[in-house]
């Protein structure tokens, strides 16, 4: 956490183009544009960007604010709805200013490794002490940046592989309208593989698809990743040993999968009467919808790639459950589980968002629990495995 005498050396330093000083405490656009720009580290720092609410932008003194909860707990949220992509790591305290003058809410960014990022769209930067809409080289010169810095499997090049290999009307027509503002498409007349780059799914100096691009705009991604389905099989009874009911692999680009999946869900979770006096009974759900989409989608987003196995989805006479292949990642542990959560995939987590197919980052399994609760599940069971991660969530009673 920053300290106060830090802080002041912020306030101070009126060119700095690693600090934004605003009094508004409700211009959320201005806040996510500041973080957005501040993420993006135009001028190659590698050091955190400030958002300092509580002080004034031309002359750097505090207004005399009570920082209070709400306002924390808004800044926090900055990165979970979706509209910064990838969203970058912030962390946000409250500062109490010994002179008396006041409180700073602070809203540290680290840079992103994997820029460019874009608020609604927009990919937004620091020149100097103000920020503005990167241009085309300016853009250029971060996805050379992220390039470099590539760290997860996403977002790794893939040997072998050409831009003949993805479906480019896939991209244009289906993803592209819903991850860049119509604005900027309208201006942009780079080529397409620059386009791909510069959302992270094509590697421009060695000139293939991303991992994370073959596996949603790819005619054949199981030629890339041949454990990159979905395997679906419905029991007669209440283990392997019973009979086979039905079966059926959900495979293809990771938009088809989604879409597809999403219509199957609706089709499984059927509904039956429960009479709740001798003249009336209600429809009720053996499984809620939302809550076995939301953890289907929390299996496909956190899969391993690399493993030897498919996300299995089985459903059995008294449960169903959902396994996908590779552990908790990153800072995720079963004693932290799910408030706390690492994107093995963030390419991918940043295209599932932008497809509607999650809400927000790390809520799927708050929501699916709370979704269960409501419709009178049980509580959904986890196993930590050392190889993969699995959900069960048992028929309501």
């Known amino acids: 956490m920053i300290t106060e005498t830090e802080l002041l050396a912020l306030l101070a330093d009126l060119e700095s183009f690693r600090v934004e000083r605003t009094v508004s405490t409700r211009d959320t656009a201005k806040f996510s544009e500041a973080v957005c720009a501040f993420a993006n580290d135009m001028h190659g720092s590698r050091l ?32 979970a709805d979706g ?33 460019p990022v874009r608020y609604k769209g927009r990919a937004w930067i620091r020149r100097g002490p103000r920020r503005g809409i990167a241009n085309d080289a300016e853009e250029s010169i971060l996805i050379e ?60 100096a060695r000139n293939y698809p991303t991992n994370a691009g073959l596996i949603l705009f790819a005619f054949d991604p199981i030629k890339w990743f041949p454990n990159a389905y979905v395997q679906y099989v419905r029991f007669d009874g209440t283990d392997m040993s019973t009979d086979v009911m039905a079966e059926k692999r959900f495979q293809g680009d990771l938009i088809s999968i989604v879409r597809d999946l999403n219509a199957f869900v609706g089709l499984i979770t059927s509904t039956r009467p429960v009479r709740n006096s001798p003249l009336l009974e209600s429809m009720v759900s053996d499984y809620p919808e939302v809550a076995v989409r939301e953890l289907l989608m929390n299996a496909i987003l956190h899969r391993s790639y690399e493993a030897p196995a498919p996300v299995r989805f089985y459903q059995y006479s008294d449960r ?43 809520r799927g399994v708050e929501r699916a629990k709370a979704v269960l609760a409501r419709n009178g599940n049980p509580a959904p069971e986890f196993i930590f495995g050392d190889m993969y991660f699995g959900v069960t969530v048992r028929i309501r009673p």
Do not use: M, W
């Not at 958002?51 to 604010?65: E, F, R």
């Not at 912030?90 to 809203?107: E, F, M, N, Y």
């Open 48 to 79: 955190p960007g400030f958002l300092l609410i509580g002080a004034d932008d031309q002359t750097g003194l505090p207004c005399g604010l009570a920082v209070t909860d709400e306002l924390l707990r808004n800044l926090s949220g900055l990165t």
């Open 83 to 115: 509209n910064i992509l990838p969203p970058p790591a912030i962390t946000v305290s409250r500062c109490q200013l010994s002179s008396g003058l006041g409180d700073i809410a602070v809203v540290e960014v680290q840079p992103s490794d994997l820029p």
């Open 145 to 204: 940046r992220r390039t470099a810095a590539a760290r997860t499997f996403d977002a790794q090049p893939c040997p072998g592989s050409t831009l003949s290999d993805l479906s480019l009307g896939l991209f244009t027509n289906a993803y592209r309208p819903l991850a860049i503002d119509a604005e900027t498409i309208a201006e942009n007349h780079r080529p397409v593989e620059h386009q791909l780059a510069s959302l992270r799914f094509f590697d421009l």
């Open 320 to 362: 169903i459950e959902i396994q996908n292949p590779g552990p908790l990642y990153g800072v995720a542990r079963p004693e932290n589980f799910p408030t706390q959560t690492s994107y093995r995939n963030p390419v991918l987590a940043e295209a599932l968002k932008t497809l509607g197919a999650i809400n927000r980052f790390g």
